[in-house]
């Protein structure tokens, strides 16, 4: 008990200092501080032909043309059979396909997959991830994020916070309603197990920026585990202090129907018996299963794979490459 209280009270402390809003980072006076950084905006993208173009060119527009923070934009073709590579490429980003990146190893599968690849891919110092099904996107999004990282040293990592409405199929937002994964599992994990990181607003949110050379030494969980899977490891690399978040105002996009959430949540809490596991804070007699049975609306029984993989570090990888 005493040490959780002295988790949320660090968290609280934390909150304070390490929390600012996209208003408090002007373009300008972020290409000033930028110098000779370089910046890649890497977006995963599985058949999201509908909003990746206009995310593009909102990045495009705002912060390659009219004040050149963003140095690359790249998109991870994510086994899409849709047309998203082409209206990514049409609206002026880099397309690579997600197994095409370092084909030498046997391919993973999910967003975490996308990401990895997506950073191998990728040239920035600092690397900002952003969905592509974004229905609202800003270029707010990626200077709010880029702020801490270009102004202060000591911050390696910043997290997006932001209202989530939930849209409805009558399309009308549902205000506080949105992050139901986030809600109903990744919250109280955290504030069960690293209550130190009870402080982020959105610990699943799909946009944050990092320094390349950190994100480079963190394991990356592939399918939708890699951002509960970050926040852990990179609590334990680089300490809370080290880490910020930005008020990024509202997030709405496309959403998945509960089933595909109940999947989304199997994986996540695979990824934190993983961190339990590793960090010795429980001791198991045999894995947990991997697989879930869910039941459809006729009550059909359905049994779904949930398991999860992991990438190493980036960096290991690349050092085996120079060794060999
Ligand atoms: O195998 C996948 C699954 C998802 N995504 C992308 O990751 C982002 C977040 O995924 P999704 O929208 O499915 O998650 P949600 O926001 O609904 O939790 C989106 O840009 C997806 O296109 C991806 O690149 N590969
Ligand atoms: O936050 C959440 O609960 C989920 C689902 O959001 P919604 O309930 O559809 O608004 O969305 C996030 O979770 C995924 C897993 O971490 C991330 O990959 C997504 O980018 C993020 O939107």
Known sequence: MERDLRA????????????????????????????????????????EESTVGDIITVI????????????????VDSNCTDATAAKAAAAGARVVAQDAVLPHLPPLTGKGEALWKGLAASHGDIVVFVDSDLRDFGAHFVTGLLGPLLTDPRIHFVKGAYERPLIGEDGIARRGDGGRVTELVARPLINLFWPELAGFHQPLGGEYAARRDVLAQVPFVT?????????????????????????????????????????????????????????????????????LLQFGIDGRPDLVDVSVAERPPLASLLLEEDVA
């Open 223 to 291: 399918e939708y585990g890699v951002e509960f899977g970050m926040l852990v490891d990179l609590l334990d690399l680089v300490g809370l202090d080290a880490m910020a978040q930005v008020d990024l105002g509202t997030r709405t996009h496309s959403h998945q129907s509960t089933t595909a959430l109940g999947r989304m949540a199997g994986q996540i809490t695979l990824t934190a018996w993983s961190r339990l596991e590793r960090q010795g804070r429980v001791l198991s007699s045999g894995p947990p299963s991997r697989t």
């Open 60 to 75: 495009r527009r705002e912060l390659v043309e009219r004040t050149p923070l963003v140095d690359e934009i790249l998109v």
């Open 8 to 47: 949320l009270a660090r968290a609280r402390e934390w909150y304070g200092p390490h929390s600012s809003t996209a208003e408090d980072w002007s373009p300008d006076a972020l290409l000033r501080a930028k110098g000779t950084t370089t910046v890649s905006v890497v977006l995963p993208a599985r058949n």
